[in-house]
């Protein structure tokens, strides 16, 4: 099975900027489409960005368009949630998931690994 788990969480300004990681194991983390969800206080799961296994197709949140980017490193595998210009709103326990297939969703359920979280504040 495929282990996940995220770093690089914190406590931070309003319009600062967090790098998340996640790390996975697993030789075939190149074929796994990767994406990034957030839970807030009180509230569920919602997805934020996931990239397929190719370079370059990504697909994102529309509270996130312009201001996050997910990337993949498959030499390290490592995917990565750069944010920038956050808000209080983006505080949350983000996660990371991967799915077994090439092809981005923004399904919670069609995800098949899942990291145990990394905190994310944000102040006023």
């Known amino acids: 099975q495929v282990q996940l788990v995220e770093s690089g969480g914190g406590l931070v300004q309003a319009g600062g900027s967090l790098r998340l990681s996640c790390a996975a194991s697993?030789?075939?983390?190149?074929?796994?489409?990767m994406g990034w969800f957030r839970q807030g206080p009180g509230k569920e799961r919602e997805f934020v960005a996931a990239t397929s296994a190719a370079i370059g197709s990504t697909v994102y949140a529309d509270s996130v368009q312009g201001r996050f980017t997910i990337s993949r490193d498959n030499a390290k595998i490592t995917v990565y949630l750069q944010m920038t210009s956050l808000k209080p709103e983006d505080t949350a326990i983000y996660y990371c998931?991967?799915?077994?297939?090439?092809?981005?969703?923004?399904?919670?359920?069609?995800?098949?690994?899942w990291g145990q979280g990394t905190q994310v504040t944000v102040s006023s």
């Open positions: 998931a991967a799915r077994r297939s090439r092809l981005v969703t923004r399904t919670m359920h069609d995800y098949d690994y």
């Open positions: 697993g030789r075939t983390f190149s074929s796994y489409a």
